[in-house]
């Protein structure tokens, strides 16, 4: 990663977020068309994969480390897997043209490498969380509070 990326404050400073919210924002958009609203399991199914996406990417952002972010961006990648399979089910039933599958499932192919780079990235890292980390007698150390008036920021790894 960059020293670009060495401190975000918010999962929605990612780029890997960016990416899987641009590919699940044509995915909503696509399943309020008039073609899925008479396939309401499928819009369904497709509206909650969606939503799992980001939830997933966010909530794993806020957890404990890099252990449990990495296996919330777990979910959050097989989330976009499902869709892909749905696109292809929207195909081969002519919901969808071909074209705009083509270019659904390069956006997803996009956002699933740019999440599954993101993991790899955060397998190689330190911070563990505490539901993983090694048990020792010794207290973990914590970081030092912010400065009154600055904002705390994060890193990659989840430290303040």
């Known amino acids: 990663m960059s020293s670009d990326m060495a401190k975000l404050n918010s999962f929605t400073d990612f780029e890997a977020f960016q990416a899987c919210r641009t590919f699940v924002r044509e995915v909503g958009l696509l399943i309020r068309t008039p073609k899925f609203r008479g396939n309401r399991v499928l819009f369904e199914q497709m509206e909650r994969a969606a939503i799992s996406v980001l939830s997933n990417f966010a909530e794993g952002f806020e957890r404990d480390g ?4 990495t296996q919330f961006l777990s979910i959050s990648k097989g989330s976009i897997g499902e869709l892909r399979g749905q696109l ?9 043209e071909k074209s705009l599958h083509a270019e659904l499932d390069d956006k997803a192919d996009v956002a699933t490498r740019m999440v599954g780079g993101l993991m790899r990235y955060l397998s190689g890292t ?9 048990k020792s007698r010794e207290k973990p150390k914590r970081p030092s509070p912010p400065q009154l008036g600055s904002p705390p920021h994060r890193t990659v790894n989840g430290e303040l």
């Open 126 to 134: 330190e911070l563990r969380g505490a539901k993983v980390r090694p």
């Open 88 to 96: 292809i089910y929207s195909l081969d039933v002519g919901l969808i």
């Open 66 to 69: 890099n252990a449990e972010f």
